[in-house]
């Protein structure tokens, strides 16, 4: 009796330990800028000139997890979402930045959909159809430009 009850607790912790492992828990929190292709932005690396008017600049926030689900790793830190001449460029995600403010970007089964106003961008990414490692989850995004 008592190998069998040690046999279940190491299958316990076995378990509990890859479920730390799927989630980034183990490794420490996962970078959205990673996650969707791209790299994170060092601390001190200088910011560009925007033109005044424009949605132009470096963003930068989190990604939370929007459903509550345990398999979706949350918060994702984003440091690196750029935009230049109406275009976003965060990760695998590159696409044009509407006349109205608003985004809906593709990029390998999971959507960026969401509105820029004033200097902050909000919105959600929907992996639903993405193979990455946070597949299967819904984002809600909210960014502030850098240096503003």
Known sequence: MKNSSHAVLARTIAAGAGVLLLC??????LSGDTVWGGTPRPADAPLPDD?????????????????GSVTCASPLSI???????????FGGFR???????????GYSGAWL????RGTG??????TDGSRSQVGGCLYAVSLQRLGT
Do not use: K, M, W
């Open 95 to 105: 696409g044009p930045i509407n006349a109205d403010g608003t985004v809906n970007i």
């Open 121 to 126: 961008f909000s919105g959600h990414i929907d």
């Open 24 to 29: 980034g828990c183990a490794l420490g929190p």
């Open 79 to 89: 440091t690196n979402f750029q935009v230049n001449d109406a275009r976003v460029e």
């Open 51 to 67: 033109p005044p008017g424009s949605f132009d600049g470096v963003y930068a926030g989190a990604a939370t997890d929007a459903t």
């Open 113 to 116: 959909v969401g509105v820029f």
